[in-house]
Nanobody, 124 residues
């Protein structure tokens, strides 16, 4: 089992920045591909960014150039640095993990472990 706990969400004005953190416990963190998803009210949960064991990364087109995903295996933590935030970034952000030795995945069904979510609200 892997437990994931997100933090760092909040209310920010458009153009501002937030840094989300996801702390993992329970298994060997370095074996896991990690990802951030988000879900706005009335919408599906969509991929935001993903990072493999080897730190290969993926970004949704809507966040490329503004968001950065990273991981610190020594601290069992994955981060999402969000810059130049827009009102359309408003959503609950979820951390996800699964044990993939190669690459990353971008679908919700590809991840076994999920955090409880953290709210990000961007005001215009």
């Amino acid at each position: 089992q892997v437990q994931l706990v997100e933090s760092g969400g909040g209310l920010v004005q458009a153009g501002g920045s937030l840094r989300l953190s996801c702390a993992a416990s329970g298994r060997t963190f370095s074996n896991y591909a990690m990802a951030w998803f988000r879900q706005a009210p009335g919408k599906e949960r969509d991929i935001v960014a993903a990072i493999s064991r080897n730190r290969n990364t993926y970004y949704a087109d809507s966040v490329k150039g503004r968001f950065t995903i990273s991981r610190n295996n020594a601290k069992n933590t994955v981060f999402l640095q969000m810059n130049i935030l827009k009102p359309e970034d408003t959503a609950v952000y979820y951390c996800a993990a699964d044990e993939y030795f190669f690459g990353y995945r971008t679908r919700t069904e590809d991840y076994k472990y999920w955090g409880q979510g953290t709210q990000v609200t961007v005001s215009s």
